[in-house]
């Protein structure tokens, strides 16, 4: 069972457009949901992370927005450039017990100049 | 550089075959998290360490097993090798217990390849 559904699997935008990474969770036990980027050979680094209790949160270019009631959130990356290139995983963790992290499957993003 | 440093970067065994994969947090870091990625099943959690105790099991094999030390480096042991255990292994780390916000940091990871 898939706690975390990820999309799109791969997304392709032109630089300085506008990436949107949508995920949606079942367990209502989460409450953290951070966003980590990938890049080949390395391990995920966190990127940007949202609690519940805001429906938007925004660092830089990256901007998270989350629908409590739809138990959905998404990644919006502003002005696109080739360097954010990369694969972006959603994840969800709860709020109390162990603080693993439960991931969606991943999206490739690609930046084209 | 995340602080967390995983040995080897690589490893290529045969099936049967019995490997160590070794992790050292961040320093100061009390938990240890050791994840999975393969093409097919994502990025999994498979075990948890806190100040040399385990905290939680995920997806774990019987095959596999892990501990960590009073250093506070980890290993995580897989025994019995099957072609699909080939994967990378990540380790990650976080500094305290009782935050779900608290940033898990990871390393580059092992790639495992059996043949």
């Known amino acids: 069972q898939q706690q975390v559904k990820q999309s799109p699997q791969s997304l392709i935008v032109q630089k300085g457009g506008i990436s949107i990474i949508n995920c949606a969770y079942e367990?209502?036990?989460?409450?953290?949901f951070p966003w980590y980027q990938q890049f080949p050979g390395k391990g995920p680094a966190l990127l940007i992370a949202?609690?519940?209790?805001?429906s938007e949160k925004k660092e830089g270019r990256f901007t998270i927005s989350f629908n409590k009631s739809a138990k959905q959130f998404s990644l919006h990356i502003m002005d696109s450039q080739p360097g954010d290139s990369a694969t972006y995983f959603c994840?969800?963790?709860?709020?109390?017990?162990?603080?693993?992290?439960?991931f969606g499957k991943g999206t490739k993003l690609s930046v084209i100049p | 550089d995340s602080g967390v440093t995983q040995t080897p970067k690589h490893l290529i065994t045969a099936t049967g075959q019995r490997v160590t994969l070794r992790c050292s947090p961040r320093?100061?870091?009390?938990?240890v998290y050791w994840y999975q990625q393969s093409l097919d099943q994502g990025l999994q959690f498979l075990i948890q360490?806190?100040?040399?105790?385990?905290?939680a099991k995920g997806n774990i094999l019987e095959r596999f097993s892990a501990q960590q030390f009073p250093d506070l480096h980890s290993e995580l042991n897989l025994s019995s090798l099957e072609l699909g255990d080939s994967a990378l292994y990540f380790c990650?780390?976080?500094?305290?217990?009782?935050?779900?916000?608290?940033?898990?940091?990871f390393g580059p990871g092992t790639r495992l390849t059996v043949l």
């Open positions: 990650a780390s976080s500094a305290r217990e009782g935050d779900s916000t608290d940033t898990q940091y």
């Open positions: 994840a969800a963790s709860k709020a109390a017990g162990s603080y693993q992290l439960t």
């Open positions: 367990n209502t036990a989460f409450d953290y």
């Open positions: 320093s100061g870091d009390l938990s």
């Open positions: 949202i609690r519940p209790d805001v």
């Open positions: 360490y806190y100040n040399g105790e385990e905290r």
